[in-house]
T-cell receptor, first 108, second 115 residues
């Protein structure tokens, strides 16, 4: 099956810093989604981005499908950005495969 | 409020007992999913359903069973055959799109501990 690798596995930032999270995948995908899991376990979808670039406030994402990677940018980070960020891809049949996530800690 | 509810939030069971986790959605979504998350890991798909009265196995279906009798409900039973059932269980739903998936929306999860 498809492999999804996220980097870095852990990231510690000071409030106000910028960061880039990366998601590599091993095969062609129909779509790609980024999620944020807060410390209480709730997953919130951030972007549905099979290709191209999208922006939502301080967050933006870019997927280069031909090169099999996606990037999530967080600018001016806040403590509420802490949590785990997951990349998930779909190859066929309405099934998502998740990466193992990047654990982000933003310190005040 | 539209959304996905899961109950209970925390569940404790003795080894060897079957347990059923509830998932309800009022988003009018056709597709529903069950995932398992172990500490420090990503989500793994257990079962999914794209339409009432139909469901498919995911990557780790052994020891689990589901039903989809109503569009808004997709309960998951963790049976005694599941060797290591202690985990965080997440339910999700999405609009069903032919041969693809739309954005998935998640419930708050159920933490199951088997003693």
């Amino acid at each position: 099956g498809i492999q999804v690798e996220q980097s870095p596995p852990d990231l510690i930032l000071q409030e106000g810093a910028n960061s880039t999270l990366r998601c590599n995948f091993s095969d062609s995908v129909n779509n790609l989604q980024w999620f944020h899991q807060n410390p209480w376990g709730q997953l919130i979808n951030l972007f549905y981005i099979p290709s191209g670039t999208k922006q939502n406030g301080r967050l933006s994402a870019t997927t280069v499908a031909t090169e099999r990677y996606s990037l999530l940018y967080i600018s001016s980070s806040q403590t509420t950005d802490s949590g785990v960020y997951f990349c998930a891809v779909e190859t066929s049949g309405s099934r998502l495969t998740f990466g193992e996530g990047t654990q982000l800690t933003v310190n005040p | 409020d539209g959304g996905i509810t899961q109950s209970p939030k925390y569940l404790f069971r003795k080894e060897g007992q079957n347990v059923t986790l509830s998932c309800e959605q009022n988003l009018n979504h056709d597709a529903m999913y069950w995932y398992r998350q172990d500490p420090g890991q990503g989500l793994r798909l257990i079962y999914y359903s794209q339409i009432v009265n139909d469901f498919q196995k995911g990557d780790i279906a052994e020891g689990y069973s589901v039903s989809r009798e109503k569009k808004e409900s997709f309960p998951l039973t963790v049976t005694s055959a599941q060797k290591n059932p202690t985990a965080f269980y997440l339910c999700a739903s999405s609009i069903a799109v032919a041969f693809s998936t739309d954005t998935q929306y998640f419930g708050p999860g159920t933490r199951l501990t088997v003693l």
